[in-house]
């Protein structure tokens, strides 16, 4: 079984705080995802990445950046956090370049800023 | 513009009824269309898949249809159990650019 798993369930940070997400996945895929989720709203994409220090820029990237130094961990970045960015935090991962739909999901970071 | 549009909105049934949530889309070209259970705090986990050329696609109690002329999508939940309470999300795949269009999802409720 694909396993992707993110470093926090839950997370609580102030406005102006730098906040690190971090994502891993064991089985050697080249893509990997974050997206936001918002009620009343679908999944949207942050940003994703298909190889090793590649990124590539989603539907909504302002106010964060990513990193992408493994084969296997993808950490979203949020360099000064504001309430805005209050959401549920998914990461996903696919097994190669022409499989961008079977996406396999991580159980998702609940991130507060105060 | 690329949109996924799904309804109900929310929808509570009694623990053993059938139910049937819908879900419209006007990506184009189209690729294939994908359901979602997402339970609550968790990451969503995938169905079914179909393509142009499927129609319907069974997963035990869950069957997707697809209508590829009217680009409508169903997905149809039989005998429900309260472990089918969870977020359903239709997502489609544009056959360009790696594309995925995600609905907002149906939140499903079952109740004994």
């Known amino acids: 079984d694909v396993k992707v798993t993110q470093s926090s369930r839950y997370l609580v940070k102030r406005t102006g705080e730098k906040v690190f997400l971090e994502c891993v996945q064991d089985?050697?895929?080249?893509?990997m995802f974050w997206y936001r989720q918002d009620p009343g709203l679908g999944l949207r994409l942050i940003y994703f990445s298909y190889d090793v220090k590649m990124k590539e820029k989603g539907d909504i990237p302002e106010g964060y950046s990513v990193s992408r130094e493994k084969k296997e961990r993808f950490s979203l970045i949020l360099e000064s956090a504001s309430t805005n960015q209050t959401s549920m935090y998914l990461c996903a991962s696919s097994p190669s370049r022409r499989s961008y739909n079977e996406q396999f999901f991580g159980p998702g970071t609940r991130l507060t800023v105060l | 513009k690329n949109q996924v549009e799904q309804s109900p909105q929310s929808l509570i049934i009694l623990e053993g009824k059938n139910c049937t949530l819908q879900c419209n889309y006007t990506v184009s070209p189209f690729s294939n269309l994908r359901w979602y259970k997402q339970d609550t705090g968790r990451g969503p986990v995938s169905l079914t898949i179909?393509?142009?050329?499927?129609n319907t696609k069974s997963n035990g109690r869950y069957t997707a249809t697809l209508d590829a002329d009217t680009k409508q999508s169903s997905l149809h939940i039989t005998a429900s159990q309260l472990s089918d309470s969870a977020s359903y999300i239709c997502v489609v795949s544009a056959s360009y650019g790696n594309k995925l269009v995600f609905g907002a999802g149906t939140i499903l409720r079952v109740k004994s």
């Open positions: 089985m050697d895929h080249e893509n």
């Open positions: 179909m393509t142009f050329s499927e």
